[in-house]
């Protein structure tokens, strides 16, 4: 416990260090009003909130070593930069996802940004509006809501469209046991057959041609 010395509240920043020997935490922001509760890690200072009311899932395909979730708009809802790791892994309907609670307590309009904790690599901003859970599929690129309408020519439904797409079309037109893998994705043209159209298709898509 730490006392707060301040007469009047004011704007402070936070660093937690091993007594001046060679470590410490990135700032954290105070107003020094109040009483504060915090979790201090060797890299992250966040605050103890009180019980979400509502989470997000997130599918973590990037590959990265970590993923941290920073939230900004209405409020920064896990701090400052780079936010928090995730509190749990939960398996739901055969798939892993990474828990990240939604301590706000109004919903509002926030911009999650998932990243690898080394400032190296992030994804584009998300929008949510905070008033429920969501189920996210994260990449290295993209961020996609489980459940939305599916990107035409995003054939494996990770949330971007790209080279591996058009393997995985060629992959069907190939190998019979293949077909239906993908759901009707792969048919992307919506002809009917999957098959060297629906690869020029995606590959138009990539280019901006279609």
Known sequence: MFPLY???????????????????????????????????????????KPEPKHYIYAEDRTGWDALSLYAWGSSELYGAWPGI??????????????VFPLYNEEPGNYNLIFNDMKNEKQTPDFNIAGDRDYYLIVTETSVTERGGEPVKGDVNGDGSVDIVDVNCVINVILVSESAGQYEGRDDVNKDGCVDILDVNEVINIILGAA
């Open 6 to 48: 301040n007469e009047e509240p004011g704007s402070y920043n936070l660093i937690f260090n091993n007594w001046n020997n060679g470590k410490q935490t990135p700032d954290f922001n105070i107003a020094g009003d109040r009483d504060y509760y915090l979790i201090v890690t060797d890299s992250i200072v966040t605050e103890r």
């Open 85 to 98: 790791t995730c509190v749990e892994e939960r398996e739901i309907d055969g798939v892993t996802y990474k």
